[in-house]
Each structure stands twice: as C-alpha cells, then as structure tokens.
C-alpha cells in the first residue's frame, strides 16, 4: 500500500484535476465525460460549502485514536465521491492524513477492492502508521446501497432517473455524516 500512498494526490490537487479536466479534457474519453466531470465539480463544490464537522464524530475520532491514514479511490467525475470524498477529506482535515489515488490512472489498486465484481468508488481505505491494511469502506453509505438495490430489484417501478434523483438528494441533505460515521465504525 506505501506505494500507491506515495503515488497519491492530497485533496486540493485532486480539485485541481477536476477544474482542469472539466476546462481543458485530456483526450477523447475526458471529452465524453466533460458532462460527469462538470457535474463531479459542481457536487464537489456544494458539499465542501455545506459540510459541517458534526462533534459527536469529532468526540468518536478522538475516542478512537486512530493514527493511521486516508487513502481514497476516487475519480471526479463519480456520483457518489463528489458527495463523499469531500466531506471525508475535510472531516478528517487536521487529524489524519488523506490522499486521493485515481482510480482510472492505475486500476491495480481498485482491482483489490471490487464491489460485486466492479470497480466502484469511492473506496476509502484505511491504513496503520506502517502504510498496512486495517480495513475499507465504500463505495456509498448503508442508505444508498439500499437505494441501490431497490432500483435493481425492479427499475420499472423504481426507474433510473428516480433511483439518481432520490440519491443525490440523501446525499445533499446528509452531507456525508453517514459515511463518516461508517468509516468511524471501521477503525
């Protein structure tokens, strides 16, 4: 893992890769993603104005006594990280140390962290002083998971659109303090 670590970004260089991306696309695939990128960003942006450190987690991190460090599989332009990655970044800001490795620059990290076979992010990993495994979270809080598999289970009653809108509104409204909670849960 020390070596994906020391291949990692800090959270205000991964920003900087979504503003460049959404303004100047690298490639064709970027160019194709030019509307998730956007979107990421504008996500990204709300939640870091929203997020508050709720005290009752602040008071669990500190009972925990956690020592260890952040590292987030993440890529900007995800749904589910634009409203995590922030609110994970900033809660722990002063704490314990987070990175941001990309997901789509080297897949060999993600590839040990599947979800039901996917490569699905966030995954947020957390890890000792001596860059070991403890444990991982992600790629979405327990409640959207839920919503998750509520849509696979019948997208005719429960259609796509509705599946999006219903999550990125969870995810407005609880602004990242059930992922936190969980990952507080892991350590």
């Known amino acids: 893992m020390k070596a994906y670590w020391e291949k990692s970004i800090t959270f205000d260089e991964y920003m900087k890769v979504a503003k460049e991306r959404v303004s100047h696309p690298r490639n064709e695939a970027d160019e194709e993603m030019k509307e998730y990128y956007d979107l990421g960003l504008q996500r990204m942006e709300r939640t870091l104005k929203t997020f508050r450190k709720e005290e009752e987690q602040l008071e669990t991190l500190k009972k925990k006594n956690f020592k260890g460090k952040i590292l987030i599989v993440t890529e900007p332009w995800c749904g589910d990280a634009s409203?995590?990655?922030?609110?994970?970044?900033?809660?722990?800001?002063?704490?314990?140390?987070?990175?941001?490795?990309?997901?789509?620059?080297?897949?060999?990290?993600?590839?040990?962290?599947?979800?039901?076979?996917?490569?699905?992010?966030?995954?947020?990993?957390?890890?000792?002083?001596?860059?070991?495994?403890?444990?991982?979270?992600?790629?979405?809080?327990?409640?959207?998971?839920?919503?998750?598999?509520?849509?696979?289970?019948?997208?005719?009653?429960?259609?796509?659109?509705?599946?999006?809108?219903?999550?990125?509104?969870y995810y407005a409204k609880n602004r990242g303090k059930d992922a936190i909670t969980e990952i507080l849960e892991l350590m």
């Open 83 to 169: 409203a995590t990655v922030p609110a994970v970044s900033q809660f722990f800001e002063g704490h314990n140390e987070v990175r941001i490795f990309l997901r789509d620059e080297d897949t060999s990290l993600i590839d040990q962290f599947l979800t039901n076979g996917t490569q699905s992010i966030p995954i947020v990993i957390l890890l000792n002083e001596n860059h070991e495994l403890i444990a991982h979270w992600g790629p979405r809080p327990a409640f959207g998971t839920e919503l998750l598999a509520k849509f696979k289970a019948d997208p005719e009653a429960y259609p796509r659109e509705e599946f999006y809108n219903d999550l990125q509104v």
